[in-house]
């Protein structure tokens, strides 16, 4: 067993719930631990404060798993994993498909679950977690009775740790899956859909958006798999147009429309959304309402000035294309992008047009994602419904 010994002042962070100690704040290291090995932490008066997977390669050093010296790990896990299934489905009582596990936010550091009915898919983000991976296939598989478990991982994180980018099957097979968001049904085709197959933090957004959908002329922008305009139409939309760069997403976005047997007006675009947007302007075509959730324009901090002005643009050419009073939800998945900077560039956009911006709802992820208020790290997605005022 390695000790970590903490600089001065750096347990500070730690002990209020923060469970990332960074390669700058370790003092020195007694003991040579390998990476993925389990290291006690101590401040720098050699007081001992938690057990956490260390690695070497990485800026996060050590990843916290308990504040206690002597613990089963096979037990935590079980525990742990347990909890947030029992949570999910809590809040989430008639659905199947849900984040079972959101890394950090549920004490399990780098490490996702994402429950597709029988379906588990994981991403691994830690070395440790990756060199006790065996624990976790084995409670997915006895505990929660998982017919199928495999890896869907992003590469850029793996790299940051030092960790192959090689997807692995750990039992059955990686098929199709038809799952429900509580509402809606969708295909799941995990060889060619983006993350582990569905994007979960999205669901209550979707949910709430659909309220203002009714006999509306909805726009669905960076659709993906459809979720947005799926429940619109769902609540009786008027008509709905879905656009999406990826041909496969707006083949995805019509199949599910048809699964569902949605009849109201539809139109399937493959296109660039910033294109399409200008063309509605060239056309005067209008919408009642529209979203647009974008990936992540800023993967990192050097990358945010750009990102700043693409979803300035992104929103002003959106609110151009609204009816009057028309609302627009609009989503950033930026974790580097704050939400206050968030709806000043929602507010300039408006201004710019010389319209007012009305901010009536604000959300993050969905209630399967939750976070630590001692860790800023677990808040990333942003939402806001907007009311665009002459």
């Known amino acids: 067993m390695a000790d970590i010994i903490l600089r001065k002042n750096e347990d500070k962070r730690i002990k209020k719930g923060h469970l990332w100690v960074f390669s700058n704040e370790i003092s020195k290291v007694i003991g040579e631990p390998l990476n993925g090995d389990i290291v006690d932490v101590y401040d720098y008066q050699n007081n001992f404060i938690a057990k956490g997977f260390?690695?070497?390669?990485?800026?996060?050093?050590?990843?916290?798993?308990?504040?206690?010296?002597?613990?089963?790990?096979?037990?935590?896990?079980?525990?742990?994993?347990?909890?947030?299934y029992n949570f999910r489905k809590l809040i989430y009582p008639n659905r199947n498909s849900f984040r079972l596990v959101f890394s950090e936010s549920d004490l399990l550091p780098g490490l996702i679950i994402d429950k597709y009915n029988d379906t588990y898919v994981l991403q691994v983000y830690s070395v440790g977690m990756e060199r006790k991976i065996d624990i976790i296939i084995e409670i997915l598989d006895k505990k929660l009775k998982a017919q199928n478990i495999f890896s869907k991982n992003d590469e850029y994180f793996r790299q940051l740790e030092g960790l192959s980018v090689e997807d692995k099957i750990y039992k059955g097979e990686m098929r199709q899956e038809i799952i429900s968001d509580?509402?809606?049904?969708?295909?799941?085709d995990f060889k060619s859909?983006?993350?582990?197959?569905?994007?979960?933090?999205?669901?209550?957004?979707?949910?709430?958006?659909?309220k203002f959908c009714k006999d509306k002329d909805v726009l669905d922008c960076f659709c993906n798999a459809g979720g947005f305009g799926l429940n619109a139409a769902k609540q009786g939309a008027k008509s709905v147009t879905f656009v999406d760069s990826s041909k496969k997403e707006i083949e995805n976005a019509e199949f599910n429309f048809k699964l569902n047997n949605f009849s109201c007006k539809s139109k399937f675009v493959e296109?660039?959304?910033?294109?399409?947007?200008?063309?509605?302007?060239?056309?005067?075509?209008?919408?009642?309402?529209?979203?647009?959730?974008?990936?992540?324009?800023?993967?990192?901090?050097?990358?945010?000035?750009?990102?700043?002005?693409g979803y300035e643009k992104l929103n002003r050419l959106a609110?151009?294309?609204?009816?009057?009073?028309?609302?627009?939800?609009?989503?950033?998945?930026?974790?580097?992008?704050?939400?206050?900077?968030?709806?000043?560039?929602?507010?300039?956009?408006?201004?710019?047009?010389?319209?007012?911006?009305?901010?009536?709802?604000?959300?993050n992820a969905s209630l399967d994602h939750p976070f630590l208020p001692s860790m800023e790290e677990t808040v990333y997605l942003k939402f806001a419904g907007v009311r665009i005022l002459n």
């Open 54 to 84: 260390y690695n070497k390669h990485s800026l996060i050093s050590v990843r916290i798993i308990s504040k206690q010296k002597e613990f089963d790990l096979r037990e935590l896990f079980e525990q742990r994993i347990i909890s947030a």
């Open 182 to 188: 509580g509402e809606v049904n969708y295909k799941i």
């Open 193 to 210: 859909a983006h993350k582990t197959g569905f994007y979960f933090d999205q669901c209550d957004n979707r949910l709430f958006v659909s």
């Open 271 to 309: 296109a660039d959304v910033f294109d399409f947007l200008q063309n509605c302007l060239l056309t005067n075509e209008k919408y009642d309402v529209i979203i647009v959730d974008p990936p992540a324009f800023a993967k990192n901090k050097k990358s945010l000035p750009a990102a700043i002005k």
């Open 319 to 363: 609110m151009s294309v609204l009816n009057d009073n028309g609302i627009l939800f609009s989503s950033s998945c930026s974790y580097h992008l704050k939400e206050e900077v968030f709806i000043s560039i929602i507010n300039n956009a408006a201004n710019k047009l010389k319209k007012k911006a009305q901010l009536f709802y604000f959300n």
